[in-house]
């Protein structure tokens, strides 16, 4: 079964750093495109990066230039690389990724379980 485990959140300082990872396991041929997006108390999940197949990738406005995110595609993993952190980043950050998988009907859009970032002033 395909399943998305994130790691790498916690509390850091306002300025401080944190990597996120998201590993693809079970049954996986290949990842297409992935994301993480992120909720805050009382607001929308939101997007925060995407990544394609070929590298290509997007971010939310209020993340750019703070935030990279990558992927190792020999490890089924998607990291999110968070500098310069704020206070307003805190939120539950979630990955998301479109798996091509080898057994049918497994693969398809999955989402991870989220992982808890916060960020003191």
């Known amino acids: 079964q395909v399943q998305l485990v994130e790691s790498g959140g916690g509390l850091v300082q ?21 994301a993480w997006y992120r909720q805050a108390p009382g607001k929308e999940r939101e997007l925060v990066a995407g990544i ?17 995110i990558s992927r190792d595609n020999a490890k089924d993993t998607v990291y999110l690389q968070m500098n310069a952190l704020k206070p307003e ?8 990724a479109d798996i091509i998988s080898v ?19």
């Open 14 to 34: 306002a300025g401080g750093s944190l990597r996120l990872s998201c590993s693809a396991t079970g049954n996986i041929f290949d990842i297409n495109s992935a």
């Open 52 to 68: 394609h197949k070929g590298g290509n990738t997007r971010y939310a406005d209020p993340v750019k230039g703070r935030f990279t």
């Open 89 to 96: 980043d805190t939120a539950v950050y979630y990955c998301n």
């Open 103 to 121: 057994r049918a009907g497994e693969g398809g859009v999955h989402w991870g379980q989220g992982t808890q970032v916060t960020v003191s002033s």
